[in-house]
Antibody, heavy 116, light 105 residues
Framework: EVQLVESGGGLIQPGGSLRLSCAAS????????MNWVRQAPGKGLEWVSV???????KYADSVKGRFTISRDNSKNTVYLQMNSLRADDTAIYFC??????????WGQGTLVTVSS | EIVLTQSPGTLSLSPGERATLSCRAS???????LAWYQQKPGQAPKLLIY???SRATGIPDRFSGSGSGTDFTLTISRLEPEDFVVYYC??????FGQGTKVEIK
């Protein structure tokens, strides 16, 4: 069974850093497009980043230069390192497996709150 | 960057009615790369349609997708009570539209 479990969210001050983790089971992250998608409170979905073997990671313009996606194949885990956090980064962050055509499995999300 | 615009923002209908949701792209999108998702409150999104018109596994046949180029449509033929939630389109596994909320009239 495919499962994605996010962790690492919490309350962080503006300008701070946080690393989110996404532990995958039932498949291997190295063989799939692994995405981070976020949703601000009461708002829509915003694609954040994707990592896939054979290509460089991609980022939304809103996080480029501040966020870094990576993976640890031995742990079958994907990470999102978030630096220089701002209030508008406050959101639920979903880890999601997909492809260029779709996203087929989602985690339950982890809440990141950026506030002083 | 391709921008997806969904309309209407909110659709007010009654159970049993037909819902037609629109997703318009700022540039042409290959049909292979257009997907639709349903999101219920407090839950992660769920894949409904991929490749513009292919239903995902387990999705009832009252949901259908169509379109090409810059104009895509999600149709719910007969609304069930559980269908009154929010729907998003997505292109190339990345950019999402802003969503359409289907509410009970």
């Amino acid at each position: 069974e495919v499962q994605l479990v996010e962790s690492g969210g919490g309350l962080i001050q503006p300008g701070g850093s946080l690393r989110l983790s996404c532990a995958a089971s039932g498949f291997t992250v190295i063989s799939n497009y692994m995405n981070w998608v976020r949703q601000a409170p009461g708002k829509g979905l915003e694609w954040v980043s994707v990592i896939y073997s054979g290509d460089s990671p991609k980022y939304a313009d809103s996080v480029k230069g501040r966020f870094t996606i990576s993976r640890d194949n031995s742990k079958n885990t994907v990470y999102l390192q978030m630096n220089s956090l701002r209030a508008d980064d406050t959101a639920i962050y979903f880890c999601a497996r997909g492809s260029t055509q779709l996203v087929d499995y989602w985690g339950q999300g982890t809440l990141v709150t950026v506030s002083s | 960057e391709i921008v997806l615009t969904q309309s209407p923002g909110t659709l007010s209908l009654s159970p049993g009615e037909r819902a037609t949701l629109s997703c318009r792209a700022s540039q042409s999108v290959s049909s292979s790369y257009l997907a639709w998702y349903q999101q219920k409150p407090g839950q992660a999104p769920k894949l409904l349609i991929y490749g513009a018109s292919s239903r995902a596994t387990g999705i009832p046949d009252r949901f259908s997708g169509s379109g090409s180029g810059t104009d895509f449509t999600l149709t719910i033929s007969r609304l069930e009570p559980e269908d009154f939630v929010v729907y998003y389109c997505q292109q190339y596994g990345r950019t999402f539209g802003q969503g359409t909320k289907v509410e009970i009239k």
